[in-house]
């Protein structure tokens, strides 16, 4: 471990977890999006945030639009850099060398998941789902999510998680009503 990073964390536990599973079973971190034609929406003006703070990347999991800014923060008084791995045309690899240092990419294709890492610290991870429409979610602390004003009709629905993987079913949307939808994970060797 980088010795700064160590004295950033001094006296604290540090949990930069794969799979944040609460005594309930509830998943945090699980992007979540419909796949569909919806009409076209205007892409949000503010940008989605990712701060590289104490050497962990915040939030972990994170969405954004086609179009709409990407901001990562360095808030540490030291070198990081971020470099996206992607599988379509959302490529960067930019170093970041000291405190207040912000980078903007704004992304031009879909993509589930754009993963973000530190060449220097390793171990800092981040995933971001790339959409096209605004209906998508990560779900919280509680394993909830919601996704708002969705158009009524009948969608696929489907979960990403960096370690339990995919999941898929269909829902369907009713004029004025909500829908609810439940996803199960099992953990590996069960």
């Not at 339990?164 to 996803?183: I, L, M």
Request: glycine share 8%; with cysteine.
């Amino acid at each position: 471990m980088d010795p700064k990073c160590a004295d950033m964390n001094r006296g604290r536990q540090v949990i930069q977890a794969q799979a944040m599973v609460a005594a309930d079973g509830s998943v945090a971190d699980v992007f979540v999006r419909l796949e569909g034609n919806f009409p076209a929406t205007p892409v949000p003006q503010a940008p989605v945030i990712i701060d590289q703070n104490s050497c962990v990347y915040g939030p972990r999991v994170a969405g954004v639009r086609v179009g709409q800014r990407l901001q990562i923060r360095n808030d540490d008084d030291l070198l990081h850099n971020v470099h996206s791995s992607s599988a379509t045309n959302n490529s960067f690899n930019v170093g970041q060398p000291g405190k207040g240092m912000s980078y903007e990419f704004t992304p031009k294709t879909p993509e589930v998941m754009l993963k973000l890492g530190c060449d220097v610290h390793r171990w800092m991870v981040a995933f971001v789902g790339v959409m096209s429409h605004p209906y998508f979610a990560v779900s919280g602390e509680t394993g909830q999510f919601r996704i708002a004003h969705v158009p009524a009709g009948s969608y696929t629905i489907k979960t990403w998680h960096e370690q339990f993987g995919e999941r898929t079913q269909t829902v369907v949307v009713k004029p004025g009503s909500t829908a609810r939808v439940d996803f199960t994970y099992s953990a590996p060797g069960r």
